[in-house]
């Protein structure tokens, strides 16, 4: 019995002697797991970041393609609404030529329709993004079509917005055409958008012309003339639209 004491004090204090060391033991093992559960965590993290930038980089070049597909669709589906609404009054014609001579250069364009297909001098064109010019002469299967960057050509115009003036589109450039004649007196509010007035009976009323971007007086010091940002790429058409019939509000 005494022997059987003796043992177990001795297995207690060797337990005993043993924990301060097992515990140490046991909390650097803890600590060593713990920081490789966390660099493995960390390096799970970067590799999840960095699949996930990936991703994010890889979504960007989709969405840049299809916002490209849906700019293209939007400008087809334009084209064609202008074709259906407009069917029964203007006709379709593709861009032959740009410019006839050094005097006229980019001031006219030749278009593959003539007067077997019903046009004639005087005709208005436009494209959907709004007004091109007036059909200047014809051949039997062309026609000649003066800009509206030709100072020989007046288009009425009117500003939009209440009680906004009225004004004699003429000439300028691809870039900046010119108003002038302003009604006097009237309002004429900064960045307006600029519409054909119908005033005149060559060209309907309501087609885009462009945005007035400068007001001055003239060089006469008496009235105000203004620069329009063309709402048309003349640059970039290469197609036309050629009201057959009659032309604006008379």
């Given at each position: ?12 204090v ?5 924990y301060?060391?097992?515990k ?5 093992t803890e ?9 493995f965590?960390?390096?799970?993290v970067a590799a ?20 490209e ?25 593709p861009?032959l ?15 593959g ?11 208005v ?14 051949t ?12 020989s050509?007046k ?6 917005g209440?009680?906004?003036a009225?004004g004699?589109?003429s ?20 960045r307006a ?9 060559v ?8 945005v007035?971007?400068?007001?001055r ?15 048309v790429d003349?640059?970039a ?14």
């Amino acid at each position: 019995m005494a022997a059987t004491s003796v043992l177990c004090i001795f297995r207690s204090v060797t337990v005993e002697a043993a924990y301060p060391v097992e515990k140490a033991k046991r909390t650097l093992t803890e600590k060593i797991f713990s920081r490789l559960r966390g660099a493995f965590r960390g390096a799970a993290v970067a590799a999840e970041n960095e699949r996930l930038k990936r991703e994010v980089a890889s979504l960007a070049m989709v969405r840049g393609e299809e916002e490209e597909y849906l700019k293209e669709i939007d400008r087809l589906r334009k084209l064609l609404d202008y074709k259906q609404r407009l069917r029964e009054k203007w006709l379709a014609s593709p861009i032959l030529s740009k410019g006839c001579g050094a005097a006229s250069y980019r001031r006219t364009i030749r278009i593959g329709r003539g007067s077997l297909d019903g046009v004639q001098p005087g005709m208005v064109a436009a494209v959907p993004d709004g007004l091109v010019g007036k059909v200047a002469s014809v051949t039997p299967h062309t026609a000649e079509v003066l800009l509206v960057s030709d100072p020989s050509l007046k288009v009425a115009c009117a500003l939009e917005g209440e009680n906004s003036a009225k004004g004699i589109l003429s000439g300028g450039t691809d870039e900046l055409l010119v108003i002038r004649h302003f009604t006097p007196g009237a309002d004429v509010p900064p960045r307006a958008r600029v519409v054909t007035s119908g005033l005149g009976g060559v060209f309907p009323r309501g087609l885009a012309v462009g945005v007035l971007v400068d007001v001055r007086l003239d060089a006469s010091g008496l009235a105000r003339e203004g620069d329009v940002s063309p709402s048309v790429d003349f640059a970039a058409i290469e197609d036309v639209f050629i009201k057959i019939g009659g032309g604006g509000e008379r």
